[in-house]
């Protein structure tokens, strides 16, 4: 996100944060559609032509950077039939969704076959098992692909998803008997191919071509050892996005560059040319998104100092350290209200009553005063989602999107009253 400094105040666009807080309140997320489209077409302008380009879903979730987005991806990956009657209400087309998770119920896959979704991610034989028997009564034949948990583990990831014990998908040395069920199946089915989706976070644009690689010679076995042509591979994503260090990102172009390479061998070592899918969630919309709380008291405690906000882990449980981080890291934060003011090291709390709403733990920031406005940065993705909304009946945050300087409500406020 792009922020400027003037006369004392931080903008975004034409907007100074004071502005707008004053007309629509706080706390609130506001997001630049600007930064979105310009990662996507970064990412356009690095693969060209070489892969389709997916959006999951999952990292951000809102109705209108969905609609915003809809001619820029190729396609959306969803985790869910929330996510899925979100993306068709949003106007996309159901033949560009790809549906992965690893409890796809029969209801979920009922809908997902009758809705002519474009690929249904398959994580267990007992799903194979439903389309069957859905696909042989509803008289629709399903495109399928195989989502797979490879041997080799990237340890980049910060999360890793494969390469070891886990949830998600068909081990890699266990895919004989899924193939065997298809083939005793293939009218019912319309096999694709296979996703891997090995981690994510991974910030070493070495360690992202190598898993390609390993993607790719995955797929190149499947060829040589059950005769099985892969016409889509999901390539999965797992590009990283630096939460705690300013000016840290992967070098798209080098990174891009391997990946084609490797594309290109698989290309002419197998003579064929499948469809390459790259699904984006957080590289593309992190930085684009800042969470924004008032300062609404100051303490003391055995010479510590606390700044207490009026919104937490409720809204921003990530920021917190409370999703799924190993070692705590403060998020970049800004006070957006007294940008000159000389740095302090402090404690940043939301107003839950838990210790486990730290915002900032002995974070450095701009002296805070009651009622300035504290910006969390790279706040875009698995933040207003992924949060305990609920938790101790505080209200929501309102949701902003910056569209050509303009700035327009993309979800309301909602009390706790409003979910009974």
Do not use: W
Not at 349 to 357: A, S
């Amino acid at each position: 996100m792009k922020l400027r400094e003037h006369n004392g105040k931080i903008f975004i666009h034409n907007f100074s944060f004071e502005e707008i807080a004053e007309k629509y309140g706080a706390p609130f997320y506001l997001y630049d559609l600007d930064v979105i489209k310009g990662k996507i077409d970064n990412i356009r302008h690095e693969f060209g032509g070489n892969i389709e380009l997916f959006y999951a879903v999952k990292a951000n979730s809102n109705m209108e950077i969905l609609k915003a987005i809809r001619n820029d991806v190729d396609g959306l990956d969803i985790s869910s039939m929330g996510e899925m009657e979100q993306s068709l209400l949003a106007g996309y087309d159901p033949g560009k969704l790809s549906f992965a998770g690893p409890g796809k119920t029969r209801r979920e896959l009922k809908e997902a076959v009758c809705r002519n979704i474009g690929i249904i991610s398959v994580e267990s034989i007992r799903e194979l098992q439903d389309i069957r028997s859905i696909a042989s009564t509803g008289g629709i034949k399903p495109n399928i692909v195989l989502r797979l948990n490879p041997k080799m583990l990237i340890k980049e990831f910060a999360i890793k998803m494969g390469g070891k014990a886990t949830q998600f998908g068909i081990d890699e040395e266990d895919v004989a008997p899924a193939i065997d069920y298809i083939r005793q199946n293939e009218n019912l089915f319309n096999f694709l191919g296979i996703h891997i989706y090995a981690g994510t976070q991974c910030m070493s644009e070495e360690s992202l071509v190598n898993n390609m690689i390993n993607i790719l010679r995955i797929a190149g076995n499947l060829r040589d050892r059950y005769g099985i042509e892969c016409r889509l591979i999901n390539l999965g994503g797992g590009l990283g996005v630096s939460y705690y260090e300013e000016n840290k990102e992967i070098d798209l172009s080098l990174l891009a560059g391997g990946i084609i390479h490797a594309l290109n061998q698989y290309r002419t070592s197998t003579g064929a040319n499948p469809r390459f899918i790259l699904e984006l969630g957080r590289y593309l919309i992190a930085d684009a998104g800042i969470y924004v709380a008032r300062v609404v008291s100051e303490k003391k405690s055995r010479g510590d100092t606390y700044f207490v906000l009026d919104g937490g882990m409720n809204h921003h449980l990530a920021a917190s350290g409370n999703l799924g981080s190993v070692i705590r890291k403060n998020y970049l934060v800004k006070n957006l209200s007294n940008p000159d003011a000389p740095k302090q090291t402090c404690n940043l709390v939301g107003p839950l009553c838990t210790p486990l709403d730290l915002m900032g733990k002995n974070v450095s920031v701009e002296s805070p005063r009651l009622g300035d406005l504290i910006g969390i940065l790279n706040s875009g993705s698995y933040a207003f989602t992924a949060s305990p909304m609920l938790f101790l009946g505080h209200e929501t945050p309102v949701e902003l999107l910056v569209v050509d300087d303009e700035i327009s409500v993309i979800r309301g406020r909602k009390r706790l009253r409003d979910f009974n």
